[in-house]
């Protein structure tokens, strides 16, 4: 039972837990900790930071008359990071506190080892089918900082290829020419295959301020080839064996541009295919799950408008799906034997989604998904809320939340069509969390990965029977 007392003061001979006692002793003032050192000050240099209305600046629709206010801090702000008075004061400001906490230095290690006990540090994850005939998966190595990417056959257990080591990536010899880079800010951002898996493209960078360069390599020599991509926002998706899609940061690097690069050609050659100017928008591009279309989303935190691009066709003008409205938010999916997108959205004002379906040749033309009976599969309803639809060979997979908990819908297809009703996935805990896990093949022969957890049930990988039910 609490006691409303006050506590005692804290006394070093008071007993403690081993390891409460350690943190105690840690932060027990010592004489070195006490000792004078004065902090580093900033200096201060007059600026003057002008609020709402600016000429020959973008500041929104309707800003504010200007308002003028005075930040003689002003100059600390380096985005080039290159200002050595700004690099010098952090240099300063580390040594500094580094001095101020050196009594932590092994306490500081303990701790590490403590929460590292506590870590799987050899994993892999679920190995997982695609079209290509390979099986794919990543690996974590106890005492190496980053992971692996392999992958073998499908359905045997043979030989394991390493397709990308990310260890290794700071050896290798344009990682060290770049200047900037620090293989202690290593970051691979994307790992795609080609249709066929005999290229990787990996996004990568050194510098901390993930601008990412683009890499390809050969992965049947395992060669890393000359050619690459630079000043990238780190997707990529490829829409055939000699055609990717990237996405480039502005000014203020936001993702704001997509480019379609020919495999063998210089970057000066690339084209860029949308360009997003309302700053409110990011972009982003993929490749739908059967392989037909490239999607080009532009997204604000309350509204979307996506376009495509046909695979067959990569240097074709991308198609508007449903031109944006404000507050209207969609996420969609291609059906291709059909020739039918299949959407999630909150349009003509709805507070949540319900599932649509449209033809490619009229992308905006959306209709309510119905079953045999006519009536809506997953109408809209002020007590679900749905998120995205994921479209298979014989099926549908809806995602969403009901009734407190995230949930899943699947929704048998016959030639396209809802053969049914909604089915809601059942699980065994009155708590929990579920969600789609990685679906790559779009032929799936009516099975579904679900990634399933709860108060009482690690994190673990379940195979759904769509024809059981």
């Avoid at 649509?356 to 599969?377: L, M």
Wanted: glycine residues 8%.
């Amino acid at each position: 039972r609490r006691q409303h007392v006050a506590e005692p003061a804290f006394h070093p001979c008071m007993r403690l837990p081993s390891k409460l006692a350690t943190l105690a002793a840690a932060f027990t003032t010592s004489p070195k900790m006490m000792s004078a050192v004065a902090p580093p000050i900033a200096k201060r240099v007059p600026h003057t930071v002008t609020f709402g209305r600016v000429d020959g600046e973008n500041r929104g629709p309707n800003p504010m008359e200007p308002l003028e206010l005075s930040d003689d801090l002003f100059w600390i702000r380096d985005d080039s990071r290159k200002n050595e008075d700004m690099l010098q004061l952090l240099r300063d400001e580390n040594a500094y506190s580094q001095h101020k906490t050196s009594t932590l230095d092994g306490f500081r290690g303990t701790l590490y080892d403590e929460m590292l006990s506590h870590v799987q540090e050899d994993d892999d994850t679920h190995p997982t089918p695609a079209a290509d005939g390979y099986e794919y998966w990543s690996r974590t190595t106890k005492g190496k900082s980053f992971r692996v990417y392999l992958r073998r056959p499908r359905g045997s257990a043979g030989e394991e290829q390493t397709i990308l080591d990310v260890n290794e990536v700071p050896s290798l010899q344009y990682f060290k020419d770049e200047g900037g880079w620090d293989a202690s800010q290593c970051d691979v951002h994307a790992v795609e295959t080609s249709p066929s898996g005999r290229l990787l493209a990996y996004a990568v960078d050194g510098s901390g301020y993930e601008t990412y360069t683009v890499r390809l390599k050969e992965l049947g020599s395992g060669v890393e080839m000359e050619e690459e991509i630079r000043g990238t926002g780190g997707s990529i998706a490829w829409a055939d064996e000699r055609t990717l899609f990237y996405v480039k940061l502005d000014a203020q690097h936001r993702p704001f541009e997509v480019w379609r690069h020919v495999i063998g050609t210089a970057q000066a050659e690339d084209v860029r295919v949308f360009e997003e100017p309302d700053e409110l928008f990011n972009v982003d591009c993929w490749t739908s799950r059967d392989a037909s279309l490239l999607f080009i989303e532009s997204e604000s935190k309350e509204t979307t408008e996506m376009l495509f691009v046909p695979t067959a066709t990569p240097a074709a003008d991308p198609t508007l799906i449903r031109r944006r409205k404000f507050g209207e938010r969609y996420d969609v999916d291609s059906h291709s034997p059909s020739r039918t997108l299949f959407l999630t959205s909150n349009a003509d004002g709805l507070v949540n989604r319900q599932l649509y379906s449209a033809p490619i040749d009229d992308p905006a033309n959306w209709t309510p998904v119905a079953g045999g009976d006519g009536a809506p599969v997953l109408p809209h309803s002020a007590s679900r809320s749905l998120d995205g639809v994921s479209a298979f060979g014989g099926f549908l997979a809806v995602s969403g939340r009901e009734e407190g908990f995230t949930q899943l819908w699947v929704v048998a297809l016959r030639e396209g069509v809802a053969a049914a009703g909604a089915h809601r996935l059942g699980f065994e805990d009155e708590s929990f969390t579920a969600e789609l896990g990685s679906n790559r093949l779009f032929e799936a022969a009516g099975r579904l990965r679900v990634e399933y957890s709860s108060m009482t049930s690690p994190r673990q990988l379940r195979e759904y029977d769509v024809a059981a039910g």
